[in-house]
């Protein structure tokens, strides 16, 4: 089974930026879509962004232009750049690999802006 490893989560302020890796056992880019997810006790779980195995990149309305999901092939590992942070922000966020036969959940990480 692949794991999916997570890092980069903290305390920021509102403002500041962090980045979020996430790497998996194996290299699976070619054949799972990745995404990043957030959530906050007591709502929803919310998509924040998503890369295709082919490259194609989409991005939840909330966080476009401060958020970027990106790959490094070379090191295994997808990454969420988050700038311009902001309190609403603050959530857990997963890492999810998937596609029509499989889907796999990182641990989580928690991430915290405030002043």
């Known amino acids: 089974q692949v794991q999916l490893a997570e890092s980069g989560g903290g305390v920021v302020q509102p403002g500041g930026s962090l980045r979020l890796s996430c790497t998996p056992s194996r290299n699976i880019f070619s054949n799972y879509n990745m995404r990043w997810y957030r959530q906050v006790p007591g709502k929803e779980r919310e998509l924040v962004a998503a890369?295709?195995?082919?490259?194609?990149?989409s991005y939840a309305e909330s966080v476009k232009g401060r958020f970027t999901i990106s790959r490094d092939r070379a090191k295994n590992t997808v990454y969420l750049q988050m700038n311009s942070l902001k309190a609403e922000d603050t959530a857990v966020y997963s890492c999810n690999a998937g596609n029509i036969y499989d889907q796999l959940w990182g641990q989580g990480t928690q991430v915290t802006v405030s002043a």
């Open positions: 890369l295709s195995s082919s490259g194609t990149t």
